[in-house]
């Protein structure tokens, strides 16, 4: 009855009465599924550490607790244990940045996993008791981990993990996550924890190591990387023939760039600069890869329109795995927060979503003439498409996958990029020659700001303290502050740069060079 009490709710968010719609969407709002806290650091980890699990709490009615859990990310594992979801990884690859998504009757909600493998720099006793504080119990091996969010302007800040001793009860707004590192036992296979949709092989050691002298598992430093106002060119790589889509890897060891005056994907191993290829079937435009890094999707289409969809290869093997119809003229492609695979039809004033392996058509949203891109609010579950000819964005709700509204913007939107917090939309005017500022809950313009000319591609740096703008005509890329919107720099790149993609570590940024063939490798961090 509560299943068909919240439908009721949805249909009736549609209704052209503005007064029954508000109201219905405030108590779909009330009745919907939440998860306390939305996101769990582990941070640094060294090479060889056990399991670290994570609990968080599912709110909201007893409908929410109905649910069903997924899971993306490289060592991850979920199970749900009442309104207990329960998150397991295991350090495998150097960079994880996942997604455990709760979906079910009350809506869906997903929380963001992150942490890295490293190999920490040694710490003296004296440092290590600065940063811990000593537990009660010398036996405990529970970690607690205080969710404490990073002051707005704060540069170089790492979030602080409390220690605690074991027993501290999950609730509250003060405690977050519990961590434990591997001496607790793996879930019985009742409630086996729900692998990734494609899972690795599992490392042939994963049983719990024993506990250190203290008896206290240490959380190490989250990894704290501050953007600079002005980028360094550090080098340039040719790659093939007109290049235009560009996309960094999960681990930040590939980079994948599709070359538009031909059929081939280009494949960059960071660490060799090696340029390999992958042939396609037709011309590919943009590029996308799934949340864990094993799959890489490119929008495809000719000149004249045919040969329009979407290939899926397999990142480990290089091959392709299959090709996807879609609309015509697939454009600028993206992966949402819980894995689905959005596609704007650029020819046919629609987003096509699909599901994370690529396999099923999951819906579509009519949205203005004619999307060019799609990017993500996780927090808000918000979706926003640039629309080139309606000089205008659209706002999807990722809930009901639904045109909310649309927000005018500068002339021609070509690309479109949300900050890591969620909070601020940016988007590229390539006729006006001009950027703006979306604030992602109001959806109050801020701007326009002037860039350079004909500005094509955008994206945020990692910690959202600056953006880039990249000038197709002007063969540069601005540098914004990510609140203010102020223009910190303008540096020189090849000759009718197309797109940029920044590494999830935050320390690089790619940006593809049309007319000479190259990607541009630019440090963005100090």
């Known amino acids: 009855m509560a299943a068909a009490a919240r439908r009721t709710l949805m249909r009736l968010t549609q209704e052209d009465s503005r007064s029954i719609a508000a109201a219905a969407a405030a108590a779909l709002e009330r009745t919907a599924l939440r998860l306390n806290p939305d996101q769990v650091h582990f941070g640094q980890v060294a090479p060889g550490t056990p399991r670290l699990v994570a609990e968080v709490l599912i709110e909201g009615p007893p409908l929410a607790a109905a649910a069903a859990v997924t899971v993306s990310g490289p060592g991850l594992r979920a199970v749900l244990n009442g309104r207990r979801l329960r998150?397991?990884?295991?350090?495998?690859?150097d960079w994880l940045d996942g997604t455990v998504t709760v979906r079910g009757p009350a809506g869906?909600?997903?929380?963001?996993?992150?942490?890295?493998?490293?190999?920490?720099?040694?710490?003296?006793?004296?440092?290590?008791?600065?940063?811990?504080?000593?537990?009660?119990?010398?036996?405990?091996?529970?970690?607690?981990?205080?969710?404490?969010?990073?002051?707005?302007?704060?540069?170089?800040?790492?979030?602080?993990?409390a220690?605690?001793?074991?027993?501290?009860?999950?609730?509250?707004?003060?405690v977050a996550v519990?961590?434990?590192?591997?001496?607790?036992?793996?879930?019985?296979?009742?409630?086996?924890?729900?692998?990734?949709?494609?899972?690795?092989?599992?490392?042939?050691?994963?049983t719990a190591a024993a506990p250190g002298p203290t008896g206290v598992a240490r959380v190490p430093l989250a990894l704290s990387v501050s953007s600079l106002a002005k980028p360094t060119m550090v080098g340039t790589i040719r790659v093939g023939d007109e290049p235009e889509g560009v996309v960094v890897s999960p681990d930040n060891r590939t980079v994948y760039i599709a070359n538009q005056s031909?059929?081939?994907?280009?494949?960059?191993?960071?660490?060799?600069?090696?340029?390999?290829?992958?042939?396609?079937?037709?011309t590919p435009r943009f590029v996308a890869t799934s949340r864990d890094g094993r799959l890489v999707f490119v929008s495809m289409y000719e000149d004249d329109k045919t040969g329009s969809g979407v290939a899926v290869v397999d990142a480990?093997?290089?091959?392709?795995?299959?090709?996807?119809?879609?609309?015509?003229?697939?454009y600028t492609l993206a992966v949402g927060p819980d894995g689905r695979v959005w596609v704007p039809i650029h020819s046919e004033r629609r987003v096509e979503i699909y599901g994370a392996d690529g396999m099923r058509a999951r819906g579509k949203v009519l949205v203005p003439p004619n999307p060019h891109a799609v990017a993500f609010s996780g927090p808000l579950k918000r979706a926003f498409t640039p629309n080139h000819e309606s000089n205008a964005v659209a706002i999807i709700d990722m809930r009901t996958?639904?045109?909310?509204?649309?927000?005018?913007?500068?002339?021609?939107?070509?690309?479109?990029?949300?900050?890591?917090?969620?909070?601020t939309v940016l988007v590229a005017g390539y006729e006006a020659d001009s950027a703006d500022l979306i604030d992602a809950a109001t959806l109050r313009r801020i701007g326009p700001f002037k860039v350079g000319k004909q500005p094509q591609s955008v994206a945020f740096a990692t910690d959202g303290e600056h953006a880039y703008v990249v000038n197709e005509g002007g063969n540069s890329v601005s540098v914004l502050d990510g609140h203010t919107g102020a223009v910190t720099a303008t540096v020189p790149v090849g000759r009718s740069p197309r797109t940029i993609a920044v590494s999830p570590d935050g320390r690089m940024a790619y940006v593809s060079n049309g007319d000479d063939d190259t990607i541009s490798v630019l440090r963005t961090s100090s």
Do not use: C
């Open 87 to 93: 998150i397991g990884w295991l350090p495998a690859s």
């Open 108 to 161: 869906w909600a997903d929380v963001q996993v992150t942490g890295q493998v490293t190999a920490p720099a040694p710490m003296s006793r004296g440092e290590i008791e600065e940063q811990f504080e000593p537990a009660e119990d010398p036996g405990a091996t529970r970690v607690t981990v205080l969710s404490t969010p990073p002051a707005r302007r704060q540069r170089r800040a790492p979030v602080l993990l």
């Open 163 to 174: 220690a605690l001793a074991a027993g501290v009860l999950l609730g509250g707004a003060g």
């Open 178 to 206: 519990a961590l434990s590192r591997g001496e607790e036992p793996v879930p019985t296979p009742a409630l086996a924890l729900a692998p990734t949709t494609a899972p690795a092989t599992a490392p042939a050691a994963e």
């Open 262 to 282: 031909s059929r081939i994907l280009s494949v960059l191993d960071v660490a060799s600069e090696r340029v390999t290829s992958v042939r396609l079937r037709n």
């Open 316 to 330: 480990a093997s290089r091959k392709v795995l299959r090709y996807m119809s879609t609309g015509v003229q697939p």
């Open 401 to 423: 996958d639904r045109l909310v509204k649309s927000v005018p913007v500068s002339k021609a939107p070509h690309s479109i990029a949300v900050s890591p917090d969620g909070k």
